[in-house]
T-cell receptor
Framework: AQSVTQLDSQVPVFEEAPVELRCNYSSSVSVYLFWYVQYPNQGLQLLLKYLSGSTLVKSINGFEAEFNKSQTSFHLRKPSVHISDTAEYFCAVTFQSTGGGNKLTFGTGTQLKVEL | DAGVIQSPRHEVTEMGQEVTLRCKPISGHDYLFWYRQTMMRGLELLIYFNNNVPIDDSGMPEDRFSAKMPNASFSTLKIQPSEPRDSAVYFC??????????????FGSGTRLTVV
């Protein structure tokens, strides 16, 4: 079985400061990894994903995440946050194989609050 | 594509009443998922369908909850009778095996249910 752990439920940070949201996963097989963002009163939107190849993946709005197989982690980072980044962020994992019911397993989410 | 469409966006109902939530997945997606999101429990998978057939309903909290997918373009989640503890945001999501690894799931905007 696969699982995802997001240890930080809330992360407060000042605008223009760097931030890291932690995500660790557990799986006995190869996985795909995702970060989703949920802005207030909206659904979840895909932020970025790791499928294969380069372990560092980037989004169009400055976020990046690095896949670390030895540490089974997929932490999300941004060197300088903006007020508009205030949202809840979810890490998710799914099996690379076509089996497993095509199911994504989500972490419990991290609320990022950017303050002036 | 209009994305995953959920209706209504907001629903307020009295305890004991029947509530029906609706979802239209993205055309061509053959997996459909129903999630519930609360502050206490985070994002919970209730049930998911593949090719209109329920695959895993182990997340459905009680017999008061039922879900159907009569065709590839429509699904309902029904609560009868509703209780105050059912108050939550209910999300529908869809995906297909061919694009799951590229896009993960596509979520609707959710239905905010309040049972008074």
């Amino acid at each position: 079985a696969q699982s995802v752990t997001q240890l930080d439920s809330q992360v407060p940070v000042f605008e223009e400061a760097p931030v890291e949201l932690r995500c660790n996963y557990s799986s006995s097989v190869s996985v795909y990894l995702f970060w989703y963002v949920q802005y207030p009163n909206q659904g979840l939107q895909l932020l970025l994903k790791y499928l294969s190849g380069s372990t560092l993946v980037k989004s169009i709005n400055g976020f990046e995440a690095e896949f670390n197989k030895s540490q089974t982690s997929f932490h999300l980072r941004k060197p300088s946050v903006h007020i508009s980044d205030t949202a809840e962020y979810f890490c998710a994992v799914t099996f690379q194989s076509t089996g497993g019911g095509n199911k994504l397993t989500f972490g419990t989410g991290t609320q990022l609050k950017v303050e002036l | 594509d209009a994305g995953v469409i959920q209706s209504p966006r907001h629903e307020v109902t009295e305890m004991g009443q029947e509530v029906t939530l609706r979802c239209k997945p993205i055309s061509g997606h053959d997996y459909l998922f129903w999630y519930r999101q609360t502050m206490m429990r985070g994002l919970e998978l209730l049930i998911y369908f593949n090719n209109n057939v329920p695959i895993d309903d182990s997340g459905m909290p009680e017999d008061r909850f039922s879900a159907k997918m009569p065709n590839a373009s429509f699904s309902t989640l029904k609560i009868q009778p509703s209780e105050p503890r059912d108050s939550a945001v209910y999300f529908c999501a869809s995906s297909s095996p061919g694009t799951r690894h590229l896009h993960g799931y596509t979520f609707g905007s959710g239905t905010r249910l309040t049972v008074v």
